[in-house]
């Protein structure tokens, strides 16, 4: 192993080994204790950042003969991972010893997926990408029925399961075939290789594996049932780590790699992104579970950012700047509301409809004013983080041409007005017993990022520039 390579491999190591070493660690933490094990794991990530400073600031550094690459668009999707990872442990700390599942398990659990996400947005062979998905979704199932003996967890695990060892099925036949169409599985051989109809129908399975990870219509049916019926701290997390590594990989697969393996391609990824806004907001429309209903909100913003991926073929590393700002300031959001739901929460399944929400103001307005602010900017509302996000990703996408798209992302986002706005309606207008524990602890990062996502819509330029600097490199 060279120094390139193992710099490269610092944050993975970091994470991967952590976990290890906190496994051995949690059999000597008393059961009733086990929140020591979560500040352990904050350790653990912030090694991870540490680490991840080692990496060049300009330019990429490529490892194991271009299995993986240090790059910026590694690093920014890797500080998304690290913050959705601290934030999950934060809310988990509490949550966990309420719902009787605390245990250290969960922990490793999250370093390991986390690792493989990391693996994910610097994979650049076909290859490196399935063991990193791998990576990233075995923990995740075993997550999503951590609360066991709770039915609806273990059968939220077993749809998880079931559904993504089938999409991985997809991704490896897609990978097979398009090595049998270059003979190459490195992005960079790919790319080089003659076009072939062979390639084309390689490309649509790996299309149809990722786009289950991401939650792309029609590969969503998963996602209602597996959010609502997992411990609600493991689909927060879920919600933004595990979409933000599908979209990793989904971006430099498809931009890097398949760029004109077809002329139709591009459509295809507009009409997926068209499906995606419509059904996920439709659906949340009529939803009363609150859980069920961000799930569908967590599909509809999937098709939003799906929106970049044709507009990369005209105008390439702009698209992808927007579509890793949209991740953040979505990060960021989806976190955040999703703090507030578990401070709702009271036991498994009970303070999750939307009738808990009712009176929320005057019982805990800072909560409900903190909750207000993310449904506002998961809506596209200004002056939040969400507006500044869908409008550099509707402007792409008009500039290369897709102003049909836009038009279905305009109205589409006039739609999730309503059943947001219809939460805010609830804590501020309605009478009810809406009550929320007090945790100082999550009650501080709710603040926070309340703040952030308010900040990030008044002053998006630093981080917007950070988005698209860190892709400088990306296309070769």
């Avoid at 059999?27 to 950042?49: C, E, F, S």
């Avoid at 003996?149 to 036949?173: Q, T």
Wanted: net charge neutral; glycine share 10%.
């Amino acid at each position: 192993m060279t120094q390139a390579d193992l710099i490269v491999l610092l944050p993975l190591l970091g994470l991967a080994g952590w976990a290890l070493v906190l496994m051995l660690i949690d059999l000597a933490i008393p059961a009733d204790r086990k929140h020591i094990t979560g500040w352990l794991t904050l350790v653990g990530l912030a090694g991870a950042g540490v680490a991840l400073t080692q990496w060049p600031s300009a330019g990429r550094l490529e490892a194991f003969g271009g299995l993986l690459v240090a790059d910026g668009f590694a690093a920014f999707l890797t500080i998304i991972f690290l913050f959705s990872g601290a934030v999950a442990v934060v809310l988990a700390i509490n949550y966990l010893p309420r719902m009787n599942i605390a245990r250290g398990e969960f922990y490793v659990l999250l370093l390991l997926t986390l690792s493989g996400m990391v693996l994910m947005s610097q994979a650049t062979d076909l290859i490196t990408v399935f063991l990193a998905l791998e990576l990233l979704s075995i923990p995740l199932y075993v997550l999503a029925g951590l609360a066991r003996p709770n039915l609806s967890s273990e059968e939220s695990a077993m749809k998880y399961f079931l559904l993504g060892a089938f999409a991985s099925g997809f991704f490896v036949y897609g990978v097979a075939l398009t090595y049998g169409a270059t003979g190459a599985t490195g992005l960079a051989g790919v790319l080089a290789a003659e076009r072939s109809l062979l390639l084309a129908i390689g490309a649509a399975l790996i299309l149809v594996g990722l786009s289950f990870k991401v939650a792309a219509v029609p590969f969503h049916m998963w996602t209602p049932d597996v959010y609502e019926g997992a411990p609600s701290v493991v689909t927060a997390f879920m919600s933004v780590g595990a979409k933000a590594g599908g979209f990793a990989a989904l971006l430099r697969v498809f931009i890097t790699a398949f760029p004109d393996v077809a002329p139709q391609w591009a459509y295809v990824l507009a009409l997926l992104a068209a499906l995606t806004m419509i059904v996920g907001n439709f659906a949340a429309v009529v939803q009363s579970n609150v859980k069920r209903l961000l799930a569908y909100s967590s599909i509809a913003h999937a098709g939003y950012i799906l929106m970049a991926l044709p507009a990369a073929t005209h105008m390439g590393e702009a698209a992808v700047g927007s579509a890793l700002f949209y991740l953040l300031a979505y990060a960021l959001t989806t976190l955040g509301a999703w703090a507030v739901v578990l401070t709702i929460e009271r036991k498994a399944g009970e303070g999750v409809a939307l009738t808990d929400y009712a009176g929320l103001f005057s019982r805990r307005p800072g909560l409900a004013l903190a909750m207000a602010v993310f449904m506002f900017s998961l809506t596209g509302l200004p002056p939040t983080s969400g507006f500044i996000a869908k409008l550099n990703v509707f402007q792409v996408a008009v500039q290369a041409g897709y102003v049909w798209l836009v038009v279905i992302g305009v109205v589409t986002s006039l739609v999730s007005a309503y059943y947001y706005l219809r939460v805010v309606v609830l804590m501020f207008m309605r009478e009810g017993a809406g009550e929320a524990l007090n945790q100082p602890l999550v009650n501080v990062a709710v603040g926070l990022m309340a703040v952030a996502t308010f900040a990030l819509g008044l002053f998006p330029s630093p981080l917007l520039q950070l988005a698209q600097q860190s892709v400088l490199n990306f296309i070769r």
